[in-house]
């Protein structure tokens, strides 16, 4: 997870819905402009799966000394 302060409290984005942006992104890649990954489908089930080990823990974070969730570099 990535924890950052904003005014008002904490920003927490889980690695998990950074997984899924992946997926979609990825999904969506190529158009007129540029070409889709090639091979495209073992690139679209890598940004599917890219941050599936983050799941269960960031259900039952570990909180750090001075209160917030641990995030990924801690």
Do not use: K, T
């Amino acid at each position: 997870m990535i924890v950052s302060r904003e005014s008002g409290g904490l920003c927490v984005v889980l690695q998990v819905d950074h997984q899924e942006q992946c997926r979609l992104a990825a999904r969506a890649w190529g158009n007129g402009r540029f070409a889709r990954l090639d091979p495209w489908v073992p690139g679209l089930g890598a940004a599917a799966v890219l941050e599936y080990g983050w799941g269960g823990w960031e259900a039952m974070p570990q909180v750090v000394s001075v209160g917030r969730p641990m995030d990924f570099p801690d």
